[in-house]
């Protein structure tokens, strides 16, 4: 864990007041993308997801608040004090996380393909693309 930490780049990230903070290792690869969703749209996540070994979160989780709903797989995290979700638990890769590029200091998004994700229609989205996980 401390060894993949020690490569480079480390990107910082986190909330707006600074309560939530953490880091992630390696550039930012693979898919990128937005959703549709019913509270995707209303947070506008641009989703980043990434094996935890690749994350640090620099605060304790019991600081996190944590919203959920419908299967409860998902865990909304989000900074207590601004509001502002930097993360979270997405319910496709409950095992990995799930990391807002816009909460990353640093990343210019007109420079990203960000892909769509049709969330309105979860199970038949996430179907498709686990079919086409090979192009990733
Ligand atoms: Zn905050």
């Known amino acids: 864990?401390?060894?993949?930490?020690?490569?480079?780049?480390?990107?910082?990230?986190?909330?707006?007041?600074?309560r939530v903070t953490y880091e992630i290792v390696g550039p930012i690869d693979g898919r990128v993308s937005e959703c549709n969703c019913s509270i995707c749209t209303k947070k506008a996540y641009?989703?980043?997801i990434i094996p935890r070994e690749r994350f640090r979160l620099l605060t304790p989780?019991?600081?996190?608040?944590?919203?959920?709903?419908?299967?409860?797989?998902?865990?909304?995290?989000?900074c207590p004090k601004c509001g502002v979700a930097?993360?979270?638990?997405?319910?496709?890769?409950?095992?990995?996380?799930?990391?807002n590029?816009?909460?990353?200091?640093g990343v210019e998004l007109t420079s990203l393909k960000i892909r769509h994700f049709e969330g309105r229609n979860w199970e038949t989205a996430i179907a498709s693309e686990r079919d086409t996980a090979s192009e990733r």
């Not at 864990?1 to 600074?18: D, L, N, T, V, W």
């Not at 930097?86 to 990391?99: C, E, G, L, M, T």
């Not at 590029?101 to 200091?105: G, Y």
């Open 61 to 78: 989780w019991e600081d996190l608040a944590t919203y959920t709903f419908n299967t409860r797989v998902a865990k909304h995290h989000f």
């Open 101 to 105: 590029l816009r909460c990353v200091e």
């Open 46 to 48: 641009i989703h980043w």
């Open 1 to 18: 864990m401390a060894s993949e930490f020690e490569k480079r780049p480390i990107h910082r990230g986190g909330c707006h007041c600074g």
């Open 86 to 99: 930097p993360f979270y638990i997405a319910r496709s890769d409950p095992d990995k996380i799930d990391v």
